[in-house]
């Protein structure tokens, strides 16, 4: 019959029933372990809210913080604390129940996990608003900097989360173009596009193909040392001519008619001008190579 005996000593108030009621309530959690009943009790004789200690009669409305130390704090038991600390500011617009502000951090994470982003959002900027009017503790400021800081990630992933700005294709591409624009101010010439990475990780060996331009500059080169290299028709019609070996038919020079013969015989040449453009082509055709692979390592390098 607590109920009843609790409304007859608030009925008629007298002297030192506050201390009456505190252990009306001891005596319901201790003995009957009837934690909403004795809360009731310490709310009735005024009781404070205090911080979390083993010693604290009253942390949040509803839970019991002895004997569940790790999940007291519930949904359930801060809401009935906030509807508690809501009455008080409707008497007195000024009250501020501080050592409810971290439970409050507790629901702001709450919110956030079960997707209601927006309403944590709104619960950080009320608790922030609350907590720059109550002062400039120590304790205080930490509540601060944790309710900020839960309010710029709820914000960051509102706009896309952190994964937009360090994809690793846009890092790999920033780091490259940080790195030429250093060479080229370091060496004086104007810094050049680098090609667009490629979608993807960066640790796929798949190979990159070469962008457009160095194709038109690799076509280029080995159009010009085709050019240069001696054409296999001239060795063709010089073997077919030496094969022959016709006695009065003229063999195929690599030279001008004008010029002259110096004393050699038209097969002597002929070898002579075979060795010189055999030599020539190994020489070009070494060159070719040469410059494919550099080309083939400047590429890889952009890649």
């Known amino acids: 019959d607590w109920e009843e005996n609790l409304a007859i000593i608030t009925a008629n108030r007298t002297k030192g029933d506050d201390l009456v009621i505190t252990h009306l309530g001891d005596c319901l959690w201790k003995e009957k372990n009837e934690v909403a009943a004795a809360h009731s009790c310490y709310l009735v004789a005024e009781l404070n809210i205090d911080p979390y200690s083993e010693s604290a009669r009253l942390c949040l409305i509803g839970a019991d913080h002895l004997k ?69 503790a120590p304790e205080l400021e930490a509540w601060k900097q944790l309710f900020s800081s839960l309010e710029d990630r ?15 294709a846009k890092l790999v591409g920033k780091l490259f173009t940080s790195l030429d624009k250093s060479i080229s101010r370091m060496m004086g010439t104007p810094s050049a596009t680098l090609p667009p990475v490629p979608q993807g990780s960066v640790g796929d060996k798949e190979t990159y193909s070469a962008p457009a331009a160095a194709k038109f500059v690799n076509s280029q080169s080995l159009m010009t040392m085709s050019s240069l290299t001696a054409s296999p028709s001239v060795h063709s ?21 004008s010029e002259p013969d110096f004393g050699k015989t ?14 020539s082509g190994s020489r070009f055709g070494w060159i070719s190579s040469t410059l494919q692979k550099t080309m083939g390592f400047v590429s890889k390098s952009r890649q």
């Open 68 to 136: 569940c130390p790790r999940t007291f704090a519930s949904p359930e038991a801060i809401q009935r604390t906030e509807v508690y600390e809501y009455t008080k500011v409707l008497g007195n617009s000024q009250y501020i129940l501080l050592p409810f502000q971290p439970y409050k951090l507790i629901y702001a994470y709450m919110l956030a996990e079960v997707g209601r982003l927006a309403d944590s959002l709104r619960y950080c900027q009320a608790s922030m608003k609350v907590l720059k009017a109550s002062g400039r």
């Open 154 to 168: 709820i914000r960051t992933h509102q706009q896309g989360g952190y994964g937009t700005n360090l994809a690793p």
């Open 237 to 257: 019609i010089t073997e077919m001519a030496e094969n022959s070996g016709g006695a009065g038919r003229k063999i195929a020079h690599n030279r001008s008619v």
């Open 266 to 279: 038209p097969k002597q040449g002929a070898r002579s001008d075979n060795t010189q453009s055999s030599a």
